[in-house]
């Protein structure tokens, strides 16, 4: 018995197989010619850091507050939520009054986590 190709469930991955075969090959061509035709001329001025046009001052491994990364790692909590609203957005006369529920079920639980690290003084600065 002969198979019908368009039967088949994976006939319909193969656009996206040729897609990444396309876009790996781009990725690797691009990154060999760079470094075949880019110039190779190394300096002291061309390895020193470069910060706005300001002088490099002191060690760039002296350690600093941990709350910088709590409160990027924050944002990124809370900004990531974002992203799953606009779906919701875009759906909303489609998901009724269940989706309606839901989002503020959503929007609740964000409320709470902010209400306990405001409460454990994570964005506090000290």
Same mark, same amino acid.
């Given at each position: $018995? ?6 088949? !469930? ?38 020193? !850091?470069?910060?706005?046009?300001? &002088?490099?001052? %002191? ?25 799953? $609203? ?21 929007? %609740? ?16 600065? &000290?």
């Amino acid at each position: $018995m002969l198979l019908n190709i368009a039967n088949n !469930s994976l006939y319909g991955y193969i656009p996206i197989f040729f897609m990444f075969i396309a876009s790996m090959g781009f990725i690797v061509v691009t990154m060999l010619a760079t470094h075949k035709l880019g110039p190779k001329k190394n300096s002291a001025i061309k390895g020193d !850091s470069f910060e706005c046009g300001i &002088e490099a001052q %002191g060690n760039a491994r002296t350690p600093f507050s941990i709350k910088y990364f709590l409160v990027a790692i924050l944002f990124v909590l809370f900004d990531v939520e974002v992203i799953f $609203m606009y779906p919701w957005a875009v759906n909303f006369k489609a998901l009724g009054v269940a989706g309606l529920v839901e989002m503020f079920m959503f929007m %609740g639980f964000l409320v709470l986590g902010l209400l306990y690290i405001i409460k454990k003084g994570a964005l506090k600065w &000290e």
